[in-house]
């Protein structure tokens, strides 16, 4: 994938702490995303085997809460090489599912699932990332552009946003596309 | 009965003296968002979303709970306001836990429908998080507090309409929680009827249907102008 003109705008997509409906979604807009591959060149993906987060993008869609070490670290590169960011879905909004843990204390879920719970419990330190205090929504660890919402955000709502974005006007989606759930 | 004559959005109206605000700016036809107020019951002045800005006054007044005056002149729809609307619906999110996607009433709860109205994209505050409870001790219902907004509809029907109280406000501020009772499992209080008319008025997902599952706790709240029209002016909504 992207290795096409220059002309096109580079988008990328990202998936932290979720459950991969909101890139399912991405995924129905169907014959619409060869529409899509003709503006832009998707240059990191979960769909894409790109190892690297690169340089110099213009529009990152970021699915998913931030939940451990890793994800703080993933938005932050995020930001620093992206133009435009996009929180995609309720999970990057507002924590949603993943922030479903918050009102517990991490090392309580920790020993419940792991230590008490089947099978060997992960090792205590060294490689794993560091579960946060609380599931931080996208905006209140990176400054985010563009919100759309949805669990998952409707192929409707993606492809409106999207092209809002690409031909460089704002995201106005109509109230009944802006609900959260 | 007398009449006062006030200017709402540059217009000028008349109004029986003693009526709120609210219903004067609801019969000009202007949608003003509103979330505690429920026609057919008192006003609580809780939520307030029905700011209005009033000439020669620097605060905002909630309009469900002020009293139409003569000479009074209002805006009802300015950037000043709904950026206070929206501090609102945001403080409101983020002071319980609002889960859209798993809630029983996604797709149909007054709160979520506002703030998508309003352009709320996000919540600017941090999340509270509160470790709350759910009450399923009811035979047919459940309160869940993680939804609750304490607009306090339920506890005003039960008291005004049903006429039970089996439902009250416990606790102050950040602490308060609807209660049952004398704030004992719901199922135990021997006050409730079980008429569920508390249900019906809940503006988000906090009472619903034992058995709903996300999104299939759909509610309407048309029954209480059929009994407050039948009860009070002895006219009958036949359907």
């Known amino acids: ?181 | 009965m007398s009449v006062v004559t006030l200017t709402i959005d540059d217009k000028l109206v008349s109004a029986p003296a003693n009526t709120s605000l609210l219903s004067s700016i609801q019969e000009q036809g202007i949608d003003i968002p509103t979330l505690c107020h429920l026609k057919g019951l008192s006003e609580r002045g809780g939520c307030r979303l029905c700011v209005v800005e009033m000439e020669g006054n620097p605060r905002l007044f909630a309009s469900c709970v002020t009293p139409v005056a003569e000479g009074m002149v209002v805006r009802t729809n300015t950037a000043k306001l709904l950026k206070y609307r929206q501090m609102m619906i945001e403080l409101l999110m983020a002071q319980r836990n609002h889960v859209c996607a798993v809630c029983v009433q996604n797709g149909h709860c007054e709160l979520q429908t506002l703030a998508a109205k309003l352009g709320v994209t996000s919540v600017r505050y941090d999340y509270m998080c509160p470790d709350l409870p759910m009450d399923a001790s009811h035979e047919r219902y459940v309160i869940d507090h993680n939804r609750c907004i304490l607009c306090a509809r339920c506890i005003r029907v039960c008291d005004e309409v049903e006429g039970a109280h089996t439902l009250d406000m416990g606790g102050r501020g950040v602490q308060s929680r609807v209660i049952a009772g004398m704030n004992q499992p719901w199922g135990t209080s021997r006050s409730c009827t079980g008429c569920g008319k508390c249900v019906q008025v809940c503006p988000t997902g906090a009472l619903f249907k034992k058995g709903s599952s996300a999104a299939e706790m759909v509610k309407q709240h048309d029954f209480l102008t059929w009994i407050l029209d039948g009860r009070e002016k002895k006219i009958w909504h036949w359907r």
Not at chain 1, 21 to 39: K, N, Q, T
Not at chain 1, 65 to 70: E, V, W
Not at chain 1, 155 to 179: F, H, Q, S, Y
């Open chain 1, 1 to 181: 994938m992207a290795t096409s003109t220059n002309s096109k705008a580079r988008l990328a997509t990202v998936w932290l702490g979720g459950c991969a409906g909101c890139h399912m979604s991405l995924l129905d807009l169907d014959e619409r995303i060869v529409d899509l591959l003709a503006l832009v060149d998707l240059v990191y993906s979960p769909v894409a085997d790109i190892k690297k987060f690169p340089e110099g993008v213009d529009v990152t869609l970021v699915e998913g809460a931030c939940c451990n070490s890793d994800n703080i670290h993933m938005a932050r590169e995020i930001r620093l090489k992206s133009k435009q960011v996009v929180s995609f879905g309720d999970c990057a909004i507002t924590g949603n599912v993943p922030g479903m843990r918050n009102r517990l204390k991490v090392e309580n879920i920790l020993s419940e699932v792991y230590a008490d719970g089947p099978g060997p419990a992960p090792p205590a330190q060294g490689g794993l990332p560091v579960l946060l205090a609380k599931v931080l929504p996208l905006h209140q660890v990176i400054p985010v552009d563009v919100y759309l919402p949805g669990c998952p955000p409707s192929p409707e709502r993606i492809w409106l946003a999207v092209t809002a974005m690409l031909k460089g006007e704002p995201v106005e989606l109509p109230a009944e596309m802006r609900t959260l759930g």
